[in-house]
């Protein structure tokens, strides 16, 4: 499991939402109150940012505990941006991919990152591999669930679909075919966040026409904070939030006998 975090709004330090607050994403690193699984969030971190006029993100990830890192605590202070996205992991399964499985995955101006676990991987995955390209599966940036589950995102807006619909067409595929998962997933471009619930917390804080903050868990006491409900996807900008709810996915055909 994971603690994360996605914010758009006016220019800030990177400090000032990871860092500073009371409960930050940094305090849920080692005492998240609100996570399904999993205790200590140790086996990883990383923070993806947008600056001016440059529509790809930078990115600084790390293997180790972020409490570890002396230099994350500068980088916070002097990084200014109007937009991020924040995660530190709680590794479902070992694996010797280092940083590389440290959310955010990126890709062009994408920043995503995924909370739970798909149930009974890499098994539970194997009918959904024939959904991707060879070119996508040869690439995963790591051999863990999370990196998959953003091939199958990435695939899905690569296609056309909306941030919100590419989100919850590929947590619809997961949850059929390993229903056990947890599947919050997080993702923006800079300007607009979406996100999904599916077996783990998720809250947002909204200023409509100043900013907009996704997060597994409040990290202040601000009554501005408002919980998502389970199975929903959410939208959200600086204009404000959408919810919508997030379908099961459809039934496989019954194959007992006709009588």
């Known amino acids: 499991m994971c603690r994360h975090i996605a914010y758009v709004g006016p220019e800030t330090p990177l400090g000032r939402i990871l860092v500073e607050p009371a409960h930050s994403l940094v305090h849920q690193s080692w005492a998240p109150q609100r996570q399904a699984s999993g205790t200590v969030n140790a086996d990883g971190f990383g923070v993806g940012w947008y600056a001016p006029d440059d529509p790809v993100p930078a990115r600084y990830r790390r293997a180790g505990p972020v409490w570890a890192d002396v230099s994350f605590t500068d980088l916070g202070r002097v990084v200014r941006t109007g937009a991020l996205l924040a995660a530190v992991r709680d590794a479902t399964a070992a694996t010797a991919d280092g940083e590389a499985a440290a959310a955010p995955f990126a890709s062009g101006h994408w920043l995503f990152s995924h909370n739970g676990a798909v149930a009974g991987w890499p098994d539970s995955a194997a009918p959904l591999v024939s959904a991707l390209p060879p070119v996508d599966l040869l690439t995963l940036e790591a051999r863990t669930d999370s990196a998959f589950v953003w091939a199958l995102v990435l695939h899905r807006l690569r296609s056309g679909d909306e941030p919100g619909q590419a989100l919850a067409e590929a947590v619809r595929r997961l949850a059929g075919a390993a229903p056990a998962s947890r599947l919050n997933l997080l993702l923006t471009d800079g300007v607009t966040i979406a996100a ?4 783990d ?34 939208t959200a900008s600086r204009a404000g939030v959408l919810l919508a709810p997030l379908e099961e996915p459809a039934a496989a055909p019954s194959k007992e006998p006709c009588t």
């Open 196 to 199: 999904t619930t599916w077996g």
């Open 201 to 234: 917390s998720l809250w947002y804080r909204t200023e409509p026409g100043h900013s907009a903050v996704v997060a597994s868990e409040p990290y202040d006491d601000d009554p501005l904070w408002q919980e998502v409900p389970d199975r929903t996807v959410l």
